[in-house]
């Protein structure tokens, strides 16, 4: 069996007309794409044999940006005849190659295309600059390839690895965000639905934690906006909706916990790498394993009902006069009752309150907040001060969960450098104290006049 990687190089410049083909350089998006690009060919196994890439300068930029740092230097090499855009000369090397089992190439289009349309049933018709396709041939020996002997095991582009060049490519589609509810409510509940859809790809991959973030926005939007209208409508039908809404929202939350953490780490242990390092092998294992998790759920035909039936809910014609018929003073009536209660929890607040009460003010100015959009013009000013508040509840509940991991850590691994991990967590809770008492100094929020 051998494994065939077939890598386009990176975006190139054009902006010099006086170079040759072979001296373009990468250009600045080129070069941005490499690291997200060099991570997902080690996901994929690609370094695992030979890397070979042709001669041309973008070809050699792409594989000095993508070679993990422990890769042998015998076992990437550039090689004349992989400058060419020839299907039939590219086969005609593969043919003359020796035993890898492995074999990764830096090349060009259209040479990589149609060598994989030429090995590949059903081959696909694009392959972008920083894509890779991942074929598996079942073949002893790379002089029996022959045409439709492959299969594919993957294509990805940098619209499925790199959270960047998908909002870019978003961008230029020029979509909204579906960030005016107050507008249509239905078609901005349909536009998070599709945007939900356009990142799982992102999300399964899981090598942009970025795409997990945005997914998790749409999920409590979503929920946010229907929460806010059955406040203001009392319609209870929609609760069944919100539940499933909810329940895909939280099997997001611990990857989303780690992800962060993993992210602060580096900064937190400056003066102790050996602590740092044991941490971040720790959390990643759990990040992966909380990855798998979350591709299994997705999977799941509950997660699959859930989406279905608020997708359903959303197009439906009772939805539709459900929202048509909410009006400004009903949605200021909803919010004032919100504050009222948000003030008195705020006021019942103690310096020994359960971390829980903290964790329920942050959510109950959340769905201020979504209650206020549905409105969003008259509440502009207001609006402004419950984002204010939510940074710092979610500052709380992040060093929350940094705590509670690094318990996790000491109970598993109580004896990897007890001394200095309890100092970081020590350090961490000191951190969310200061975020407590920032909290408990928060006054009440205004209410509107009614």
């Known amino acids: 069996m051998k494994h ?34 060099g991570r997902a060919l080690a996901r994929a196994g690609a370094f695992a044999g030979k890397v070979c890439a042709s001669p041309a300068a973008r070809a050699q930029q792409t594989l000095a940006g993508i070679r993990p740092a422990g890769l042998p230097e015998t076992a990437a090499q550039t090689d004349p005849a992989l400058y060419t855009f020839d299907r039939r000369r590219l086969a005609d090397w593969l043919k003359r190659c020796d035993g890898a089992e492995t074999l990764a190439i830096v090349g060009h289009n259209p040479a990589l295309l149609e060598l994989a349309q030429w090995l590949l049933k059903h081959p696909p018709q694009q392959l972008p ?9 079942p073949i002893a020996h790379w002089h029996q390839l022959a045409k439709g002997k492959a299969r594919l095991e993957s294509l990805q582009t940098p619209n499925d690895f790199s959270y960047t060049e998908f909002a870019r490519k978003r961008r230029k589609r020029a979509d909204t965000d579906g960030s005016r509810p107050d507008r249509d409510i239905p078609a901005a509940l349909s536009h998070q639905l599709q945007w939900l859809a356009q990142l799982e790809p992102g999300v399964r ?5 970025e795409f997990l973030h945005q997914y998790r926005i749409a999920l409590r939007r979503s929920r946010a906006i ?6 203001v409508t009392g319609d209870k039908h929609l609760l069944p909706a919100i539940k499933g809404l909810k ?15 993993l992210g602060q780490l580096p900064g937190l242990g400056a003066d102790n790498d050996d602590v740092v390092t044991a941490l971040h092998t720790y959390f990643e294992r759990q990040a992966d394993e909380q990855q798998a998790a979350l591709v299994q759920r997705l999977d799941s035909n509950r997660h699959r009902r859930d989406l279905t039936d608020w997708q359903a809910l959303v197009e439906s014609r009772q939805f539709r006069r459900l929202t048509a018929g909410l009006q400004p003073g009903d949605i200021r009536t909803a919010v004032a009752q919100r504050i009222r209660e948000y003030n008195r929890r705020t006021a019942e607040l103690l310096f020994d309150s359960p971390d829980g009460d903290v964790h329920r003010l942050r959510k109950l100015l959340k769905r201020i907040r979504y209650l206020m959009e549905l409105d969003r013009a008259g509440w502009k000013p207001t609006l402004k001060e ?11 509940q ?4 940094q705590v509670e991991l690094m318990r996790q850590f000491e109970r598993d691994a109580p004896d990897t450098l007890p001394a200095a991990v309890a100092n970081l967590r020590r350090e961490l809770e000191w951190q969310k104290a200061d975020a407590r008492r920032q909290t408990l100094a928060l006054r009440g929020l205004d209410g509107p006049t009614l």
């Open 226 to 231: 229907a929460e806010a209208v059955q406040a």
């Open 247 to 261: 329940r895909a929202a939280r099997a997001t939350s611990t990857l989303r916990d780690l992800h962060v953490w």
């Open 398 to 401: 992040d060093l929350h969960a």
């Open 386 to 396: 419950v984002k204010q508040r939510q940074q710092l509840f979610g500052r709380f």
């Open 4 to 37: 065939l990687f077939l890598i386009r190089h990176a975006k190139s410049s054009w902006a010099d007309d006086t170079l040759h083909d072979r001296e373009r350089p990468l250009n600045a998006r080129g070069q941005r794409q490499l690291v997200p690009l």
């Open 205 to 209: 991959l899981g090598l942009d934690e």
């Open 129 to 137: 600059t920083a894509s890779f396709l991942h074929l598996r041939l």
